[in-house]
T-cell receptor, first 114, second 113 residues
């Protein structure tokens, strides 16, 4: 079965650089979520999109932005990177079908800022 | 604010034991609860989803229960195996359809042969 695809899997950037993370949701899923997981931490919600519109916003820094495109893939753009941005970034997708919102996660992008 | 707590933080057991992982949440107005498994440095694998109207879900050796009124869920793993070693995360969706997950810190499980 198709899963959530994230690219790249690993990324190393220097401070003040920019990074773009990509997410391809499961086909026919209409909602995409982004989470950040720091070392030894639980995943923290950043932002979500439903049918290409931002649907919810969490603790996403102003330096970050995201969007969902017409083919439903999503990109997380991160600028002026800081050492503290080093984390595992997950994308998840779900489909709003009835009352079920089971989320399926990708393998994540490990971002290291040096 | 929804807070999710998981106890214990770590658990080490011999192979074959039955074990229980606990999850509690402060806001009982949840939409659903999901249990995940995470291997080191890897993604989150969904194990079980319990809707707010349900009391339990089963998948193979896993059984998850939900007591919404008391704000608790348990994940029961029967006949544990070394391959079950991973971190188990509990997450809840609050009473809306937006789907944001609130995670606990997880229970790190080690099953030794």
């Amino acid at each position: 079965a198709a899963g959530v695809i994230q690219s790249p899997r690993h990324l190393i950037k220097e401070k003040r650089e920019t990074a773009t993370l990509k997410c391809y949701p499961i086909p026919r899923h209409d909602t995409v979520y982004w989470y950040q997981q720091g070392p030894g931490q639980d995943p923290q919600f950043l932002i979500s999109f439903y049918e290409k519109m931002q649907s919810d916003k969490g603790s996403i820094p102003d330096r970050f932005s995201a969007q969902q495109f017409s083919d439903y893939h999503s990109e997380l753009n991160m600028s002026s990177l800081e050492l503290g941005d080093s984390a595992l970034y997950f994308c998840a997708s779900s489909i709003r079908q009835g009352r079920s919102t089971e989320a399926f996660f990708g393998q994540g992008t490990r971002l290291t800022v040096v | 604010k929804q807070e999710v707590t998981q106890i214990p933080a770590a658990l080490s057991v011999p192979e074959g034991e039955n074990l229980v992982l606990n999850c509690s949440f402060t806001d009982s107005a949840i939409y659903n609860l999901q249990w995940f498994r995470q291997d080191p440095g890897k993604g989150l694998t969904s194990l079980l989803l319990i809707q707010s109207s349900q009391r339990e879900q089963t998948s193979g050796r896993l059984n998850a229960s939900l007591d919404k009124s008391s704000g608790r869920s348990t994940l029961y793993i029967a006949a544990s195996q070394p391959g079950d070693s991973a971190t188990y995360l509990c997450a809840v969706v609050r009473g809306s359809t937006l789907g944001r997950l609130y995670f606990g810190r997880g229970t790190q499980l080690t099953v030794w042969p």
